[in-house]
């Protein structure tokens, strides 16, 4: 079936970086668009930035600029997301999640990571 | 940024009952509107999208409308599996952006 399985939990101390993965099953990776989406505790999701893994052309928030990097391997299907300079703020579940173009919707979710910044 | 906004914030009802939740973009996104449902514990789930179409297996008791700014996401007939929060998210520019959510309780 169509997935998105992503890694496993990660606990950081501020100022380092994290990098979260996120491997496709199912279709074709190169076909759709990834998104990465974050949620705090309690709070709506925020949308972080998106990939097409055919090409590697990114498009990021700016408010994530200079420090979330979005990379791909092919071979294996699998999206990453690192996310530098961590602070206390960037506590949230992590979600990547497939875009279909022709809808301009998330309809592939990954179960999600939690991220915990935490000195 | 376009802001969305959700309202209610939470609402309570019973099986069975008719639920309207609005959202309302703080400028036109013409149809660019998807609504997801997402349960404690889980990812969100897509629901709607184009403002009105229902994604494959969503039950047709969820129905969308609205364009421009305006936008409403309708539960017909309210179904215990139905209890959530529900989120809308524009599609029309970049960054793309959520409502803060709306959570349906049991009464």
């Known amino acids: 079936q169509v997935q998105l399985v992503q890694s496993g939990a990660e606990v950081k101390k501020p100022g380092a970086s994290v990098k979260v993965s996120c491997k496709a099953s199912g279709y074709t990776f190169t076909n759709y668009d990834i998104n990465w989406v974050r949620q705090a505790t309690g709070q709506g999701p925020e949308w972080m930035g998106w990939m097409n893994p055919n090409s590697g052309k990114t498009g990021y928030a700016q408010k994530f600029q200079g420090r979330f990097t979005m990379t791909r391997n092919t071979s294996i299907s699998t999206a990453y997301m690192e996310l530098s300079s961590l602070r206390s703020e960037d506590t949230a579940v992590y979600y990547c999640?497939?875009?279909?173009?022709?809808?301009?919707?998330?309809?592939?979710w990954g179960q999600g990571t939690m991220v915990t910044v935490s000195s | 940024d376009i802001q969305m906004t959700q309202s209610p914030s939470s609402v309570s009802a019973s099986v069975g009952d008719r639920v309207t939740i609005t959202c309302r973009a703080s400028?036109?996104?013409?149809?660019?509107l998807a609504w997801y449902q997402q349960k404690p514990g889980q990812a969100p789930k897509l629901l709607i999208y184009?403002?009105?179409s229902l994604q494959s297996g969503v039950p047709s008791r969820f129905s969308g409308s609205g364009s421009g700014t305006d936008f409403t996401l309708t539960i017909s007939s309210l179904q215990p599996e139905d209890f959530a929060t529900y989120y809308c998210q524009q599609a029309n520019s970049f960054p793309r952006t959520f409502g803060g959510g709306t959570k349906v309780e049991i009464k």
């Open positions: 999640a497939r875009e279909v173009i022709s809808m301009d919707a998330f309809d592939i």
């Open positions: 184009g403002a009105s």
């Open positions: 400028q036109g996104i013409s149809s660019w």
